[in-house]
């Protein structure tokens, strides 16, 4: 015999048959084709089967109607009121568009990416005017995925495993073997960042996703290490220090435009020296100077404000945006060691 279908299921199934059904349906076609009331042994358990469920359904705000025939009082059927059960119009205001989209952009990998791609295209349609995408641009996050590492270390993290696995170390350059407790994975800076004890130096270390080389092998047994103190983890996120020294940007933004830059933005200095080409564009534009580290992070994060935002300084920032921009116009395939995408920024930083 085929297993019996779990009651969670049987309910879904009566959800949708009676939200369809043209009219009304009657206990006889609920148990000649609902999956799950096949399961019944005899017309009794049936009733308190199908009693039992709809019960449930309305403590769970569901709205099932009993409907009576109109020339046979004693023939009864059920449906759904879909008119009260329907959620009315989603109205999203450009903040609330910015909080689906970090949940929906958080994760770049490629299971996800078609399905949230979709839901956020049609979101953004109650977006009014080209300022309604600049505060999603600015809040949405951009993680690389973590790889082939990723699912054999949160395995490790989990079950308290040592884990090996080599590693080229960002200040030295150095390639090497690493054996290590792995404690906790965290999203840094664009990417993800292990927090780990290092069984060959003795100490608490981080390492990038991005920088091991090959497999992640388990070493020993599961439980192998006690879970990490808060002490400990402290120590471990402040050897991580980023990639590079910061700098600052210098960008040519349109007036009440890209909120998120701004907030984050600081005075020019006062010495600042703009390139060429530079005083036509900021002529109905603010000057801003943006810290960062990473020019292809900034030039990411910078193509999704469209044509609010143009780069002035530095020059590789401004490679970055118009390599993105050309590979877009050729709807090309990124490279992938260029991270996450965007989409444009105006073309007119070609000429600042």
């Known amino acids: 015999m085929p297993p019996a279908i779990p009651p969670a299921e049987r309910l879904l199934n009566l959800v949708i048959a009676l939200v369809n059904t043209p009219g009304r349906m009657t206990k006889e076609q609920v148990r000649a084709s ?3 009331y096949q399961d019944a042994t005899s ?4 009733e308190r089967m199908f009693e039992r469920d709809k019960d449930t359904l309305r403590e769970l705000g569901i709205p099932v109607l009993t409907v009576t025939h109109a020339g046979h009082g004693d023939d009864v ?9 329907s959620l009315p119009p989603v109205e999203l205001t450009a903040a609330e568009l910015g909080v689906l989209a970090l949940a929906a952009q958080l994760w770049q990998d490629q299971s996800l990416r078609a399905d949230s791609s979709r839901a956020l295209t049609k979101l953004r349609a109650v977006g009014s005017g080209p300022e309604a995408g600049d505060l999603v641009a600015g809040l949405a996050p951009r993680v690389r995925a973590g790889g082939e590492a990723f699912a054999p270390l949160v395995d490790a993290v989990q079950a308290r495993q040592a884990v090996r696995f080599t590693y080229h170390a960002a200040t030295t350059g150095e390639v090497r073997v690493r054996h290590v407790e792995p404690w906790k994975l965290l999203a840094r800076r664009g990417g993800w960042v292990l927090l780990a004890r290092d069984r060959d130096r003795g100490a608490s270390r981080s390492f990038r996703l991005s920088r091991i080389r090959g497999a992640v092998r ?3 047994e599961p439980g192998a290490f006690d879970p990490p103190t808060p002490e ?7 050897t991580w220090a980023g990639d590079g020294p910061e700098r600052l940007a210098l960008l040519a933004v349109a007036p009440e435009r890209a909120g998120a830059v701004r907030a984050r933005a600081t005075a020019p200095p006062a010495d600042v020296v703009l390139p060429p080409g530079a005083g036509p564009v900021l002529a109905a534009r603010d000057l801003v100077a943006v810290p960062f580290r990473l020019a292809w992070e900034l030039a990411e994060e910078l193509v999704g404000y469209g044509d609010a935002v143009v780069v002035l300084e530095p020059a590789d920032v401004r490679d970055e945006v118009l390599r993105l921009l050309r590979v877009a116009s050729r709807l090309d395939r990124p490279r992938t060691d260029a991270g996450p995408h965007g989409t444009v920024v105006a073309e007119e930083a070609r000429g600042a």
């Open 218 to 220: 388990a070493v020993g």
């Open 34 to 36: 609902v999956a799950g």
């Open 232 to 238: 400990e983890l402290a120590d471990a996120s402040r």
């Open 77 to 85: 059927g059920y449906r759904i009121d879909t008119e009260r059960w």
């Open 43 to 46: 017309t009794e358990a049936f």
